[in-house]
């Protein structure tokens, strides 16, 4: 359904969009490109990964409609940037759909699986601080694969990467809210590359879109998350922004919790805390960490948390995951994607902003 859609789209793009499809073995990818027909090229080439996890369907629905807000295929949801304007400073690439293989199985009504055929997490398996997982993580739900890129979904996406050599980079997830940026590996270390121009964006798009948790990464409440995709674009590649978003989060009582307790977090010194250079992974916000941890993130110290136990599919109530991690009453679906496709624009139009008006500090690997 998301390859046809995709292909309907680009064929009704005035032009400007087109899809081709990378295999490996027996996995097909497929990769949108969006580009404004001009004789100017983009300043900003911003690449989208949806779907890694395959029980979080509202990340491709939100990549999908995306796709149609740029095309004109549906309005432009409410105090968006004109697509027009947007794409004469940037083009895109949308992987719509990162894992295809265990997402039939998830519209079939496996609805917690979250790694690939092979029960690897693809979000674990980019060869940047990369770590052998053992038996016991296997058990807690945590899989990084044989070797670094030992899947062929994580092969295909790193060639289209390669290829594209974006400016920004966005994976997108759901599971609770949060918008990250470098480093999640561990809590030691903070992006120093572009890091204010990285957090000035992420706290435009949090105030108008999400109002949660916002910054590096860290290892929150004290669980390194090595082998991550944006850890890996922001080390082995020239991208100026490189972030990975959490979208959606259970039922509206659940959200309105999480912001609040934010919100208070912040009043409390957070803000401060992170003005300073403080990752998510500092003790001042452990104890919202726990309350609402990171599917992202992953926790190993939250065995006992029914939130945990929901992410790493130790719950095996197929309805409450689907619940959990994505939007099942039209309403509330509409609002996400309407809203996310709006943060996509503004991420874009400020990351394009940035880019022309200040000069990028020379780039350095790990």
Not at 77 to 103: C, K
Not at 305 to 328: A, H, K, R, W, Y
Request: with cysteine; glycine share 6%.
């Amino acid at each position: 359904e998301i390859h046809q859609e995709a292909k309907r789209l680009a064929n009704n793009c005035q032009g400007m969009a087109s899809v081709r499809t990378l295999n490996v073995g027996d996995v097909a990818i497929d990769v949108v490109r969006v580009r404004a027909q001009q004789t100017v090229p983009p300043t900003n080439r911003a690449f989208l990964l949806f779907g890694e996890h395959s029980r979080e369907l509202i990340s491709p629905e939100s990549g999908l409609h995306f796709l149609r807000v740029l095309c004109g295929d549906v309005p432009l949801p409410p105090g968006a940037p004109e697509p027009a304007s947007v794409l004469r400073n940037t083009e895109f690439e949308l992987v719509l759909n990162g894992n295809p293989q265990s997402r039939r199985h998830v519209e079939a009504g496996q609805y917690c699986l979250r790694d690939n055929p092979h029960g690897v997490d693809l979000n674990r398996n980019w060869d940047v601080n990369w770590q052998q997982t053992d038996d016991d993580d296997h058990e807690s739900g945590l899989n990084s694969g044989r070797w670094p890129f030992s899947e062929p979904e994580t092969q295909i996406v790193k060639q289209l990467i390669i290829e594209f050599a974006p400016t920004t980079f966005l994976s997108v997830h759901s599971g609770t809210l949060g918008l990250y940026m470098p480093w999640a590996y561990d809590d030691a270390h903070l992006a120093q590359r572009n890091q204010k121009s990285m957090m000035q964006l992420l706290k435009e798009v949090d105030g108008a879109h999400c109002q949660c948790p916002f910054g590096a990464a860290g290892k929150e409440v004290g669980y390194d998350c090595p082998g991550t995709s944006v850890d890996w674009v922001f080390a082995h590649t020239n991208a100026s922004y490189s972030f990975a978003w959490e979208i959606f989060v259970g039922d509206d009582d659940m959200e309105k919790n999480l912001r609040e307790r934010w919100a208070e977090k912040v009043r409390e010194g957070g803000q401060m805390l992170m003005q300073t250079g403080a990752h998510l992974g500092h003790r001042f916000f452990h104890d919202f960490f726990q309350q609402h941890p990171s599917d992202f993130i992953h926790h190993a110290s939250l065995a006992n948390s029914s939130v945990t136990l929901l992410q790493t599919g130790e719950i095996d109530e197929e309805e409450d995951c689907l619940e959990f991690f994505n939007p099942t009453t039209e309403e509330r679906y509409r609002n996400e994607v309407e809203n996310w496709s709006a943060a996509y624009l503004d991420m874009a139009v400020h990351a394009a902003a940035i880019t022309r008006s200040s000069s990028q500090e020379p780039f350095n690997k790990l």
